[in-house]
């Protein structure tokens, strides 16, 4: 369970590092490539990680890995990258609920977050832009804008998942909140051990917003095909 005194690698601040310029604008982030030199220091950076708390698995909680997510995929084959999937209403409501929480302007937060490369929400928000995808719709304070944001992030790993089967694994929030069954599942795929119940439990999801019918069928129809990826077999039962 992560906590005050759990291990941070702060890891987003390596890449802005290296590569920065490359994938932060003044009004998006785009997905970026990865140089062979970059790669190495990543496993070098890792290993150093893994030494100092003494583990043998590294483990990465980082919203911008989906800019490099097809490279370190293509890479990294010994890895397995799993994505968490809410349904799409749910999420974004939430997402326009944080954003809210951080539109103070100019304040510590707003100033940390972006050290940090973290521009999710708030007064300096930059949403992802992503080869393929539709433009988003209105603003960040509307809630269709936070929906369109969810169809073209989703839809981006959906191609992804295409090209990268059994390394890009998507995990429904809702399921894993309500089915003991999927951690089963996703520790058997990662060969951890597993609590019978590890605890999970889904947020009661925000006040509906009304949403362009259009856009949150559209919504609707990516999740459904996404989590038929986890239920053919993406991470089967023993």
Not at 154 to 174: A, F, K, M, N, R
Request: with cysteine; proline share 10%.
């Amino acid at each position: 369970m992560a906590d005050f005194d759990a291990p941070e690698a702060l890891e987003e601040v390596f890449w802005r590092t290296r590569h920065g310029p490359e994938y932060i604008t003044p009004e998006a982030l785009v997905p970026h490539q990865i140089s062979v030199e970059t790669l190495t220091a990543y496993r070098r950076y890792q290993a150093l990680i893994c030494h100092r708390y003494s583990k043998s698995r590294y483990l990465a909680k980082n919203n911008n890995l989906m800019l490099r997510l097809a490279p370190l995929a293509e890479a990294m084959p010994d890895a397995t990258f799993l994505v968490p999937v809410r349904d799409p209403a749910a999420q974004a409501a939430s997402l326009l609920s944080q954003h809210h929480r951080f539109i103070k302007p100019d304040s510590f937060t707003t100033r940390y977050m972006r050290w940090l490369a973290h521009f999710e929400f708030g007064a300096d928000q930059r949403p992802f832009r992503l080869p393929g995808q539709p433009p988003l719709r209105g603003t960040p304070d509307q809630p269709d804008y936070w929906l369109s944001l969810w169809c073209a992030v989703y839809g981006y790993l959906e191609t992804i998942i295409d090209t990268h089967p059994g390394t890009v694994l998507p995990v429904l929030y809702e399921d894993l909140g309500t089915d003991p069954d999927v951690w089963q599942r996703i520790a058997r795929r990662l060969e951890i051990p597993a609590e019978a119940d590890p605890g999970f439990r889904p947020a009661t999801p925000k006040d509906g917003a009304v949403h362009d019918p259009d856009l949150l069928d559209q919504a609707r129809a990516l999740y459904r095909r996404l989590q038929t990826h986890v239920i053919s077999g993406t991470m089967p039962k023993a």
